[in-house]
């Protein structure tokens, strides 16, 4: 699915979100607090947005690694990278969110974009994030919820349900990918999600809602 629908991920991600998946992405770097010294590696990397957005932050990343399993969708970032001059900065890996490979406390900080609810593992992954992070070291997640003030429930509900997997489907050729994902989006509970994180091992475990609660920011440290 995530191979089918690349050649339009980017552009579908802008147009279904208005614009606004590139300040949720500013805002999760933001949370990292980096210096510039960092290694910063982007699990679900996708097209590499976050990674790159991680490398241009001021103060930026020092190097990124962007992970996904998706072929199609590395073969894109590639070209990005390539097109921004960047390639020698960010690394692409193709490999799985619960099978990291990396040594234990190589990276000073995670990311992940949209892509959690997608691991059929999360606790694995979350065993493997703690690993490969340095003592001290932070996570922030990004992740679609379903929003609970009852206007905005109302109008979102019918937006993400009936609009944009039609949208999604028409623009991506794809007719499962974009309906795939108000389902995964409702079987996703951020609650749940922070109990994770904890008996992962994470701490100061924490969810900032953006966008009327359409939108989470998860973000958490390995301790010392």
């Known amino acids: ?18 614009g606004i998946d590139r300040w949720w992405r500013r805002r999760a770097i933001r949370s990292l607090n980096l210096s510039g010294r960092e290694i910063v590696l982007d699990l679900c990397t996708g097209t590499a947005d976050v990674a790159i957005e991680a490398r241009l932050a001021d ?18 970032a590639v070209g990005k990278l390539r097109r921004r001059h960047l390639d020698g900065d960010i690394a692409l890996v193709r490999a799985d969110a619960s099978t990291i490979p990396l040594r234990p406390g190589s990276v000073d900080a995670v990311t992940i974009a949209f892509g959690i609810r997608n691991v059929d593992d999360r606790a694995a992954a979350c065993r493997e994030i703690l690993r490969v992070l340095r003592p001290g070291g932070r996570l922030a997640v990004l992740e679609f919820a379903m929003p609970t003030r009852p206007l905005f429930r109302r109008l979102y509900l019918s937006y993400f349900r009936h609009i ?7 623009i991506s050729g794809h007719d499962s990918a974009y309906a795939y994902l108000p389902a995964s989006v409702d079987a996703f509970l951020p609650h749940a999600f922070m109990d994770l994180l904890r008996q992962s091992g994470f701490a100061d475990v924490a969810a900032d809602p953006m966008t009327f609660g359409s939108v989470f920011l ?5 301790g010392s």
């Open 1 to 18: 699915m995530f191979d089918a629908i690349a050649p339009r991920y980017d552009f579908l991600n802008h147009l279904l979100s208005a």
């Open 164 to 170: 944009l997997p039609r949208v999604g489907a028409c």
């Open 59 to 76: 103060p930026g990343a020092l190097r990124v690694v962007g992970l996904d399993f998706s072929h199609a969708m590395l073969t894109h």
């Open 218 to 222: 998860y973000t958490a440290r390995r």
